[in-house]
């Protein structure tokens, strides 16, 4: 329940504070005055969008705030999910508006926009003008229906949607494999071409290193056969000779001295070092050879390396991890297309799986519209429509082959309102045969239902008795009233019959004061709501019959 609203700098409201109670509350006053205002306020406290051209004209910024009290189990989970400390099932919640920092606070604790929305649903349900073309649009229609048992079907629609998910997810695996397994179908021979050709190749890591290698010591094999000649000259016995007297003639040194001792450690090493080295090189100048006919053999076969490599872009190890890879995929073909079927009714499973769940949602949706439907007719009834009213859900059908195009996000229904206001024209699309009077009437049949099944705290209406005039205005009225009976009802009308039903009138005006334009709230006592609902009927200047007419519609109505 709404107790309090405060409201600062909000288009031409100044400094406002509303004290609401239970039961009926009316919300009277001249167009422009700014009833549709309060209403903008409230729709703000419970997750609307906020624009910033409604701060007032010369201020930094809007503060709203409403006091609200609740006896909601799942409004009270929500807080502690989220961390808001409550006391007597009460909270406020502030909202600013500003340029520089808007943000959403409930009992000091920030909330986002989207958490203020989930807490919406629970403290209050509003109507706006516009809200009347939804019965305009089949679009809205399931909306409509899922939210007589939106506890209950929220518990089914998870279910789908979580099983959607991973369809679609299964799907997307599947297509990847498919379209993979075709081309490598496609592709078969050209796969099998590339394969003969580097299996015939027989490439190997290091070979195309010593390839190159053997072609550097044939092309220069001159060079190197002069080179190790004259290194060998260079070498020679009597050069290891000298270097043997050398460390002999050092070693004596150190028997005098010990310093010597570690020259006769490293010429001994040298000498044994360089002993080897000759004996090395002499051994490979003697088995110098020259092949010109191996240097041809290995340049062809650098070449046709070079060849392959430049063909694909790859280099040998890549080359060699390709043809392994493509001897798997043609020896993979049999195989994939087992691996293809398994995917394939692992999908298909799942398929039926996802549609079964639509199904039980389906099942749901059509007992509630059946419930809806007896229950929307007696309320028409009362609200001087009489007339047959049809909610029809028609459901996708399961196709013999994977269709994800039968799933809608929302299950696997589609759902229409069809009417018939003139009994014997027959039922015709509810869009497309209402008046503004009679969608009024429908919407508010349609929130008296809503309102019962989900035992809502508060209703907000924004002149649901738009078009309605008349006997119909005293039917509206009183089906208004029997809302208020159990919710607190807060509302905007024009109507008489509704403002004499009322147990709270609040009059909105404006003023003018040194060019600016204010607006004001005053809750009217019994005297003053009678001349409300005179003028209200004269639309004009009250005369003492309309006076008296006023007060006989109070008076007589509690």
Do not use: W
Request: proline share 1%; hydrophobic share 35%; charged share 30%.
């Amino acid at each position: 329940m709404l107790n309090k609203l405060s409201v600062k700098n909000f288009a031409i409201i100044e400094d406002i504070d509303i004290s609401f109670k239970d039961g009926l509350t009316v919300l009277t006053g001249e167009t422009g005055a700014g009833k549709s205002l309060i209403i903008d306020c409230i729709s703000l406290l419970l997750g609307e969008r906020a624009n910033l051209e409604m701060i007032r004209h010369g201020e930094e910024k809007a503060t709203i705030v409403g006091q609200f009290s609740f006896h909601n189990i799942y409004l009270s989970g929500l807080l502690n999910k989220l961390n808001v400390e409550y006391l007597d099932d009460s909270i406020t919640i502030t909202r600013v508006i500003s340029s520089t920092r808007s943000y959403i606070k409930v009992n000091d604790t920030p909330i986002s926009l989207n958490d203020l929305k989930k807490m919406s649903k629970y403290l209050a349900d509003i109507h706006l003008q516009f809200d009347m073309t939804k019965l305009l649009n089949r679009e809205n229609y399931l909306d409509i229906v899922d939210g007589f048992k939106s506890d209950v079907i929220d518990e089914y629609k998870s279910k789908y949607e979580e099983s959607l998910n991973l369809l679609k997810e299964k799907y997307h695996q599947y297509q990847k494999l498919l379209n993979r397994i075709n081309e490598i179908k496609k592709n078969k021979e050209f796969y099998e071409f590339d394969y003969q050709e580097l299996k015939a190749l027989n490439l190997s890591l290091a070979e195309e290193d010593d390839i190159k290698e053997q072609i550097s010591y044939l092309r220069n094999y001159d060079q190197i056969y002069s080179l190790l000649g004259e290194t060998k000259e260079l070498i020679d016995k009597e050069s290891l000779d000298d270097i043997y007297e050398i460390k002999n003639k050092v070693k004596e040194l150190s028997s005098y001295q010990n310093e010597y001792e570690e020259y006769v450690s490293r010429i001994d090493s040298a000498y044994y070092e360089l002993e080897d080295i000759y004996e090395s090189i002499k051994k490979k100048f003697s088995h110098l050879d020259y092949n010109p006919n191996l240097l041809d053999e290995l340049e062809t076969r650098l070449n046709e390396i070079n060849v392959i490599k430049k063909k694909h872009n790859k280099t040998v190890e890549e080359l060699i991890e390709y043809q392994n890879e493509l001897e798997r995929l043609i020896n993979a073909t049999d195989d994939n297309d087992i691996l293809l079927k398994e995917e394939y009714n692992q999908l298909f499973a799942l398929y039926k799986q996802t549609y079964s769940y639509g199904e039980d949602l389906s099942k749901v949706r059509k007992q509630i519209a059946k419930n809806v439907i007896k229950e929307l007719e007696r309320h028409l009834e009362d609200l001087s429509l009489k007339s047959k009213f049809d909610i029809r859900i028609d459901s996708t059908t399961l196709h013999d082959d994977v269709d994800l195009s039968i799933f809608l996000p929302t299950g696997i229904d589609e759902v229409d309102f069809y009417i018939e206001t003139n009994i014997g024209e027959g039922m015709k699309p509810l869009g497309k045969v209402i008046s503004g009077g009679e969608a009024s009437r429908i919407m508010l049949a349609f929130k008296t239902l809503f309102i019962k099944a989900n035992k809502v705290e508060t209703v907000i209406f924004d002149e649901i008795d738009t078009g309605i005039n008349g006997e119909v205005a005293s039917k509206v009225a009183n089906k208004i009233y029997e809302i208020s009976l159990s919710s607190q009802v807060i509302t905007i009308t024009h109507l008489p019959q509704v403002a004499c039903l009322s147990k709270n009138h609040v009059k909105i005006s404006k003023t003018i004061n040194k060019g600016r334009t204010f607006t004001q709230i005053k809750e009217l006592n019994l005297d003053e709501k009678i001349y409300e609902i005179a003028l209200m009927i004269s639309e004009g200047k009250v005369t003492n019959s309309q006076l008296e007419y006023a007060k006989e519609m109070v008076m007589n109505k509690h």
